[in-house]
């Protein structure tokens, strides 16, 4: 304890009247400004204030005139120390009886001969006078050292001050040798200064943030008093925790003054308390998961709290995860091919029967690769890129379709390698020019035309695969599970998309400890809609299916955050979709394509490490805050509620406040997309599809046209072409040709946006999250 300290409670003062008038004071002005408190400082004098004045310079000044004081042409008897201080003992223990701390502040304001702060006019001439008013606040405080009932008020005219922005930024001005800074005794003292600092901009953030170790201390020294632990962890969080946050620390001092190891010791010692609060439990969570994002090295019945924790997860491992690959780059068809002629285990082998070998994922690959090599063939006797891209149509909806460099290249033809033939198919589709802007407006206004078409939404939802945090490739993936017209492959892609987009989306929005209620509702029913995909993956999803064992992985951890509180703590439940992840990571091995360590996969592997002793270490705090706090969230979800909300968002009718939608937020994501599929293709197109090219793929139709007569007329003049794809006669109506053209003109786009490099995307409006993972 404090010499300070010591001499207010010997003195009569006791520290329990005079935290509780602090607390009083700092519970009438709201929950959002209760505040920490912070350890001792060396007291210096600001250079920018003058000497202590005299006995009769200090009366005049302040109104205390005494009888002698206009004497003629005597001299002021000298008085005691005890005596020389702008503000008296009598006036200290006016203070002392004054009923709370806007009337003590008012006192104090007073006798400082200080402008109301509570008005505008006040606060004007604060700023036009800070530096009289600076040194005014600063004599008090040197002259009544010893007196906490006096100190104490100018804490509280600091903190009437911190409400002001200009005059927030002046105390942590190094010229004012910040003043909040200096007064850390007793520890209940400070709460309210820092409290609305804390609020403040990135100075006062910064500069409280410097003064951490302060922080830590007082609570280190005062264990047992619930007050100080809240009031620390509050400020700590508003500073230490924001700026950990940043992207980028460049501040060494703040780096060092964080003391990493105590910060993350006296948050979980404050967490066990028996008396913590939910306002200072919310803050401390917070705290560690900034502490977790930033310092990975080092470092209940609530579905919100569950969530919270689950971010916290995300965040220590989205930089050290895995990603899946979507394209065909995962997928080697000379060892799958050795895989299938090999001897395979009993158990990948009775899961293979009884969902079908032919319709397993696998196979349907093989079966496209052999089939796109005969139709190469074909190819190579009639050279007709618009009759291969017809039949080609018909492989990209079965399954991945995977092409190797082939062995035989078919000869006198301008491409090197089977996969060139796709691009110089469409090619030929759109006519000479490189209309990428306009193929990609076709391929919009197909889903106009006919929003039955499941490949449509697939191909807008790979489209949209670079950009993670906007939310219309989850809209775009649920409508296209509507569909009718698909196959089992672009149902289950979408069904993986809807599963991995909503689990993140709902994290995020429910982690947010002041979301509005409707904002939760929102956030439920999207979890609700992610769990009920994953149900449904799993039950048609074939076991060889490349994206089985992350949604299996994402079934545990949505179970744990929708009905977490009912779950034993051994986790006994999940052992049946243990032994499933188990077995398609096997498969997934045997067939040649090794399961990724994925974000939903390490989050859930650290839950099951950590779950069991979590429970027991906090058994007794979790059932303490959910008797006492937890009865709203323990409402159990309203099924049908949370599907209407749920058709409520997907029609952008927007549930809560927070979501941005409507034609100008998909008019920029349009742009954005097209901004960058243009740079990627003309930056392929000079090397590729040059016009050469083109003339010299046109020679060689009109050559085979002339010599082949089975072939139909293949038209080569811009007018022609048009009229062969379905342009110049508008219909509602889709034609084959359209269809096959349209799922060309999708399968390029999506090939050359996923094999660009995205290390830059384009900034997309409505990115809704700023965690790292989302």
Known sequence: MSPLFENATASGQSEQSLGGRLGEWASGRGRNNQNGSIGIRPLERSPLCRRPPSRRQSTKEHGMQGPRSRGKGGRAKPAPSAQRRLVGDTFASDLENARGWNASVRMMCDRLDLPDLSTRDGLKKVHTNFAEIYCRLDEAYSTNRDNPEVLVGIVGIWAKLSVDVIPRGKMFDEEYNAPPRRVFHPPHRPSDSLGDQHQGGVIAKDGIAREAPRLIRTTEQFPNDPKVAELCIVTLMHSVGISMRKPDLKQPDIVLAFELPRLLRVTIDALRMPTATFYMMCHAMRLLSGAATRFKAECGASMSVRCAAVCTLFEVHCEVCEVEDETNQMFDLDSLTATLVAEWPANIAAATDKYGVQNCDSMKMLQNAAEFLQVMETYSQHQDPYVLGKVAACFITR???????????PKKTPCS????????????????????MEAFTRAQAVIARNPNLAYAYYAIVLCLSPFPKNEMALRTAKKGLKCTQTTSFVRNYLQWVAVDRAGKLG???????????????EGIAILTSAY??????????????????????WLVILTLLIRGHDMAPDLQEFQATLDEIDLADQIRAFFGYPPKRMLPRVTRELIFDLYPAAVKEWGPTVARFNGTYGNADRQPINVSKAENDLAAWLAELHVGARSVGGDGAQHELRR?????????????????????????VCGLIEKDRSSDSDLQHIPTSPDERRSACGTTTPTNELTDEDHH????????????????????????????????WY
């Not at 994290?507 to 509702?521: P, R």
């Not at 995909?533 to 992985?553: K, M, R």
């Not at 954005?672 to 010299?696: C, D, N, T, Y």
Request: hydrophobic share 40%; aromatic share 6%; charged share 15%.
């Open 399 to 409: 399954s991945i379709l995977v092409l190797k460099p082939c062995s035989s290249e």
């Open 507 to 521: 994290i995020s929005i429910l982690e947010d400890q002041h979301a509005s209620s409707a904002a939760c509702a």
């Open 417 to 436: 390698q089977c996969s060139e033939f796709l691009p110089r198919c469409i090619n030929t589709y759109m006519m000479a020019g490189h209309r990428y």
């Open 532 to 553: 009920e995909d994953a149900q449904a993956f799993i039950a048609c999803a074939p076991p060889d299916s490349p994206y089985l064992g992350a949604v299996l992985n």
């Open 741 to 772: 053209k349209n799922l060309l003109v999708y399968h390029i786009l999506l090939e050359n946006a996923a094999a660009s490099d995205h290390s830059q995307p384009v900034e997309l409006p409505n990115e809704s999250c700023g965690c790292s």
């Open 672 to 696: 954005a997309l097209s901004l960058l599929l243009v740079q990627e293709f003309e930056r392929g197109a000079q090397e590729v599809w040059s016009m050469r090219q083109h003339e010299h």
